[in-house]
């Protein structure tokens, strides 16, 4: 598996740019978070700004295909390139992974679930696309927003699909994410 890395701003109660909390929770239906730790960049933006004039900088960039994932392959490029923010998520993440990550140890990181994201890796179909309820129910997320179990991840990502074959956000990569315990926090 490799690890990837990346900042993201935090979305709870204290948020004050952009749809309210209270809004964004009446709109979810996602009533039982605490805070969003997601890796849509839309509700979690993404914190690390690489100089893309820079042809170094692309060395750090994790592209799939053509897409930009908003994940890069070191700590330190992360650092390097973290906006000013006080407080901020810092992750690390793998993308598609084999098997079930939760015991996984990674010093200083927790496991906080499984993110599914569609193909462009923008947006997740589990937080911001008003939901799937054929398919998983606000339920299955737990207080992040976030896929607990290895399996449940992956069965939804193949029945979001099967269920919505012509919604480009039902077509998904299953990302396990990992939370810094005290950096950013």
Known sequence: MTFLYTARGIYDKNYEDGMSWDKY??????????ELVSLDGILNEVLVEPDYDNAND???????????????????????????????????????????????????????????????????????????????????LNNKGLIDEFEKAYDIK???????????????NVIAVWRHKTIGR
Request: glycine share 4%.
């Open 58 to 140: 692309w060395d750090y960039i994790h592209v799939i295909e053509q897409y930009q994932t908003g994940f890069f392959t070191t700590l330190d490029f992360v650092f390097k390139r973290l906006s000013s923010k006080e407080k901020f998520n810092l992750l690390a993440v793998v993308v598609e992974p084999d098997q079930e990550c939760s015991q996984i140890n990674m010093d200083g990181f927790e496991f906080i679930g499984y993110e599914l994201l569609d193909q462009d890796f923008n947006i997740s179909a589990l937080t911001n696309c008003g939901g799937f309820l054929e398919t998983f129910l606000p339920t299955d």
């Open 158 to 172: 193949k029945r979001l699909l099967e269920n919505n074959p012509d919604e480009h956000h039902a077509d998904t």
């Open 25 to 34: 929770i009446e709109w979810s239906k996602l009533s039982h978070l605490k």
